[in-house]
C-alpha cells in the first residue's frame, strides 16, 4: 500500500477549506441529492462527497454507508487531489498502491472512481466519489455526469462559504452599530450637561447686566446662545438617527391621521401655523416610525417658512402594495440642484433665510422609509413651497 502524498501547497490548501466552514458540519439536503443522483446514474452502491482535512476525510455527503470520516493516508480521495482529472481504479486489488490498503481488504473497495473539487482559487477541497464492491467500468455519460456534478457541489460551496462571509459581515456590522449606538448615547449625554450650562449662563448674563452691555456685547451673546442651540440640536439629532431603528420594532396598528396630525400640532405649531390632515384610517402601519417620520417633515417645513400663515398639508393615499404619504408646504423652497442631497446626512442647504441645520433630520426620514420598504422623493419650487412623497410598504 502506498500513503497519497501531500500536495505542495497543503497549508494553503488547509487553509482554504476552513475558509468553507464545512468541516464536521451537520448533513444538507443539497449534497444528500447530488451523492443519491451520483449513485443511480452510475448504477453503484456507494457515493461520497469527501472534504479533506489533515489527517482524515471528511465525507460531507454519505451514500451506502454508515460513517462519515475516514483516515486520509489509506484514502483513495488523497490520491485523487494529486490530479486534475478524474482517478478511476478498475480493480483495486491489482492496483499497487492499494495493495493491502484495509479499505480494500476489509470494507472490500475494489472500484474506485474520484474527482477532485477544485474552487476558483485552484484549491482541490475534496472530491466527488463513487466505490463498488466489484471491478467495473463507467461509460462516458456517467464520467461526465460525475464531473458535472461536481461542479455543482463547487458551487454549493461557494455559495456556502459567500453566505458566511455575507453574515459574519452582517453581524459585525451590527456590533458596531449597537457600539456606535452607545457611544452617541453617552457623549449625548455627556454634552447636553455643560451645553445647558451655557444657555443657562448666558441668559443670566443677558439679564443682569442688560444696561451695561453694549450692542456688540449682547451680539456675542446671542450668537453664544443660538450656537449653543444648534449645537443641542446637532446631538438630539445624532441620538434620533441611531435611536431610528428601535421604532421599525413597534407592532403595526391602525393609525388615525388626523388624530395623529393633531399630536404633531400640540409639539410643533404655533397659533399662526396650518396642519390639515384628512380624516382617514390607515390600517395595519407603524405608528411609532410614522410619528417621527412626520414630525421630521413637517419641522423642516415649519423652519424653513417665510410666509405669516405656514400652512403644511399631509395627503394619504392606499396603493395596491404601500401606503403612500405627501406633505407639503409653503416654505421656501429647495434649489433644483440641492434635491438630491438633502437626505445625506449632515448634508446641510445653503439659504438666505438664516435658519440652522444640523442635516440629520433628513436623514433620520430617509433611514426610516427604506427600512420600512418604502422611497422618499421631494418636488420643490424656490418661494413656493415643497411636497415630500414617502412611501411605507404594506
Excluded at 28 to 55: G, M, Q
Excluded at 85 to 111: C, G, H, M, S
Excluded at 116 to 144: A, M, W, Y
Excluded at 359 to 367: R, Y
Aim: with cysteine; proline share 4%.
Amino acid at each position: 500500500m502506498t500513503s497519497p502524498k501531500f500536495p505542495k501547497n497543503e497549508l494553503q490548501r488547509l487553509e482554504a477549506v476552513k475558509s468553507y466552514n464545512i468541516l464536521d458540519s451537520l448533513p444538507e439536503e443539497d449534497y444528500d441529492n447530488i451523492t443519491a443522483l451520483v449513485a443511480s446514474i452510475c448504477d453503484i452502491p456507494i457515493a461520497l462527497i469527501a472534504v479533506l482535512d489533515t489527517n482524515r476525510n471528511f465525507f460531507k455527503s454519505y451514500h451506502g454507508i454508515p460513517f462519515n470520516e475516514s483516515p486520509r493516508d489509506i484514502s483513495f480521495c488523497g490520491h485523487t487531489i494529486l490530479n486534475e482529472d478524474i482517478l478511476i481504479i478498475k480493480d483495486a486489488r491489482k492496483d499497487k498502491r492499494f495493495i493491502d490498503n484495509p479499505l480494500v481488504t476489509e470494507q472490500q473497495a475494489i472500484f474506485y472512481a474520484g474527482v477532485p473539487l477544485i474552487n476558483p482559487e485552484g484549491f482541490p477541497l475534496g472530491t466527488i466519489c463513487v466505490f463498488d464492491h466489484k471491478p467495473r467500468e463507467l461509460d462516458k455519460s456517467q464520467i461526465n455526469a460525475l464531473k458535472s456534478l461536481g461542479k455543482q457541489v463547487v458551487n454549493l460551496l461557494e455559495l456556502r462559504r459567500k453566505n458566511f462571509i455575507l453574515e459574519a459581515t452582517k453581524t459585525e456590522l451590527e456590533d458596531r452599530n449597537k457600539r456606535l449606538a452607545v457611544f452617541a448615547s453617552h457623549v449625548s449625554h455627556d454634552l447636553k450637561s455643560p451645553l445647558a450650562n451655557i444657555t443657562s449662563l448666558t441668559d443670566l448674563l443677558k439679564q443682569d447686566d442688560a444696561s451695561r452691555l453694549s450692542e456688540d456685547s449682547k451680539g456675542y451673546l446671542n450668537y453664544i446662545e443660538e450656537s449653543t442651540t444648534v449645537l443641542k440640536d446637532y446631538i438630539d439629532g445624532i441620538l434620533r438617527y441611531y435611536k431610528s431603528d428601535e421604532l421599525l420594532k413597534a407592532k403595526k396598528e391602525d393609525v388615525e391621521l388626523s388624530e395623529l396630525a393633531e399630536d404633531i400640532k400640540r409639539v410643533l405649531v404655533s397659533n399662526t401655523d396650518k396642519i390639515i390632515a384628512p380624516n382617514t384610517t390607515i390600517q395595519h402601519i407603524n405608528k411609532a416610525a410614522l410619528s417621527q417620520i412626520l414630525i421630521n417633515l413637517v419641522d423642516n417645513a415649519l423652519k424653513y417658512n417665510d410666509k405669516s400663515e405656514r400652512i403644511v398639508t399631509i395627503a394619504y393615499e392606499f396603493l395596491s402594495d404601500h401606503h403612500q404619504f405627501k406633505v407639503t408646504d409653503n416654505g421656501i423652497g429647495i434649489p433644483e440642484n440641492q434635491k438630491d442631497k438633502i437626505f445625506d446626512i449632515f448634508r446641510t442647504v445653503k439659504n438666505d433665510f438664516g435658519k440652522s441645520s444640523t442635516g440629520i433630520g433628513l436623514s433620520t426620514v430617509k433611514n426610516l422609509v427604506e427600512k420600512l420598504n418604502g422611497q422618499i422623493s421631494v418636488d420643490s419650487e424656490l418661494g413656493k413651497g415643497s411636497t415630500f412623497t414617502f412611501t411605507i410598504g404594506l
